[in-house]
């Protein structure tokens, strides 16, 4: 289908591909380029959309491609031809790079990941059907082949899916001058694209230590390398949990990494790119998982999946509720005798549960971050308790003169005052201990607090103040 269209740009001085002139104010992608580039694909117009998004940097075309139908995605790759650079779809999300991938041939996949770093190959190959995995590894060439697949066969979210495997090492006994000299004569093909160090190995490739570029430039050009490496450089085993990995970046500040295996050879080196994306997927997932969502749910999901995957914590919430509803159930009485209770019951367990989710926040980022531990749990756990009875007296103060004045007589201010002092500090107990008691046992807090923590505040909000109420008005 033939579609009349104009080139129109967010800022006419610029090319249609400058990244700067792609974004709105909002840092979306702007909508006349958008609609140019849609149209441009749905016309099969090759030129116009090399054109428009032949110069556009990898992070930038990932986002254009987010952004338009699903249906042109795959057409718009095809249409960019050559000029696709692959690196592209690790920048999206992994359901948007799947259903990419499942339109692509694997012919076109092999040749585009290809000329890629091998973590962002390991990336785009991880999540494919074995069947597919195969095919696509077979077209590569052997060494590319084995390093790719090694790096496949690490376990997931290890240090060896998200190392790269070209490096620069260099023997001990070479001077500073040899090892400038034979990076400057080597092949580009046959180095990083970007690196901020060699690495010194043995014969037997086991890492000695590594000298950083801006000391090999300021070394004597006959300076040994043995002489000006540093020997003790962090390192991280290729089956480290990609979580202690980032520690290690944010601990020691650090922009690379090496990756040894068991017998310390040098497999592999880390940079701090991954290691963003790996931060910035972490607390993702922890928010996630604070709110029941699968951390694989993404915005491009289908109704469907989206669905199933919230429905079983949204069940283990419906059972709770019905637990802290049958503590309802034992006032019955109470409550027929005085509607008050009724009324104002859920302000002081709603109160309660509030607090509490203040404090599990706080203690699963603490234990995901290992701030929080066995050496410094007493003193933390003594500081939420202190934090409840003082906001519990001064929420129970406030809410009492509130009551009293409403209903119009003391006697039930005092009752939802000292109600709402015991749920709050039962509710900072609840939003401590129960992430730790989770975590001892191997479960995520993350996941699991919330539905318990929840109910711990309504049995005791519901209880307390029903409890007190009946013996403060005799109502038994």
């Known amino acids: 289908m033939e579609h009349d269209y104009d080139v129109v740009t967010a800022h006419p001085d610029r090319l249609p591909g400058d990244a700067a002139s792609i974004y709105d104010e909002d840092g979306a992608i702007e909508p006349n380029f958008l609609k140019n580039v849609a149209a441009a694909v749905s016309a099969g117009n090759a030129a116009l959309v090399r054109q428009l998004a032949g110069d556009l940097h990898e992070a930038d075309l990932g986002a254009l491609i987010a952004a338009l139908e699903p249906d042109l995605r795959a057409a718009f790759i095809k249409l960019m031809g050559s000029d696709f650079d692959f690196a592209a779809l690790t920048e999206m999300d992994h359901h948007i ?65 998200l190392m790269q495997t ?73 089956k480290e949990d990609r979580e202690e990995v980032a520690r290690v970046f944010q601990r020691y500040n650090l922009v690379s990494v090496p990756v040894v295996d068991e017998a310390e050879r040098l497999v592999g080196v880390i940079t701090i790119d991954d290691i963003v994306d790996v931060i910035q997927e972490e607390a993702d997932a922890e928010v996630k998982a604070l709110g029941g969502v699968s951390e694989q749910e993404e915005l491009s999901d289908t109704v469907w999946w989206t669905t199933r995957s919230r429905f079983p914590w949204l069940f283990v ?41 203040q404090t599990m926040t706080v203690a699963v980022r603490a234990l995901a971050t ?51 002092l015991t749920n709050l500090v039962a509710g900072a107990l609840g939003g401590i201990l129960i ?29 307390s103040f029903l409890g007190i109420a009946t013996v403060w008005f005799g109502l038994a």
């Open 435 to 463: 992430p730790q008691a989770l975590n001892r046992f191997d479960i995520d807090p993350a996941v699991s607090s919330s539905a318990f923590v929840t109910t711990v505040t309504d049995v005791v909000g519901y209880a």
């Open 317 to 357: 919430n419906l059972i709770t509720a019905f637990i802290a509803s049958s503590v309802l159930g034992l006032f019955e009485g109470s409550l027929q005798k005085m509607v008050a209770l009724a009324v104002l019951a859920p302000i002081v367990a709603s109160q309660g549960g509030n607090a509490a989710t």
């Open 166 to 238: 070209t490096f620069v090492t260099a023997p001990p006994f070479w001077t500073a001058g040899q090892a400038i000299n034979i990076m400057r004569d080597t092949d580009e093909e046959n180095l990083p694209d970007s690196f901020f160090e060699i690495f010194i190995v043995d014969p037997a490739h086991r890492l000695l230590g590594n000298v950083f570029l801006d000391t090999l430039l300021r070394a004597k050009s006959s300076a040994k390398l043995e002489d000006i490496m540093c020997s003790d450089r962090r390192r991280v085993e290729v």
């Open 97 to 161: 790079r799947d259903e990419i991938l499942a339109e692509l041939p694997n012919e076109t996949v092999a040749e585009g990941v290809r000329d890629l770093e091998s973590d962002d190959a390991v990336t785009i190959l991880e999540d494919l059907d074995a069947e597919d995995q195969a095919e696509i590894l077979e077209a590569l060439p052997p060494v590319d082949r084995a390093q790719l697949q090694r790096s496949l066969d690490y376990p997931d979210y290890s240090a060896g899916r």
């Open 370 to 420: 290992r701030e929080l531990s066995r050496a410094n749990a007493l003193r933390v756990v003594l500081r939420e308790i202190f934090v409840g009875v003082l906001n519990g007296a001064a929420f129970g103060l406030i809410t009492g003169l509130v009551a009293s004045v409403w209903f119009g007589f003391a006697g039930i201010g005092v009752v939802i005052a000292l109600a709402m």
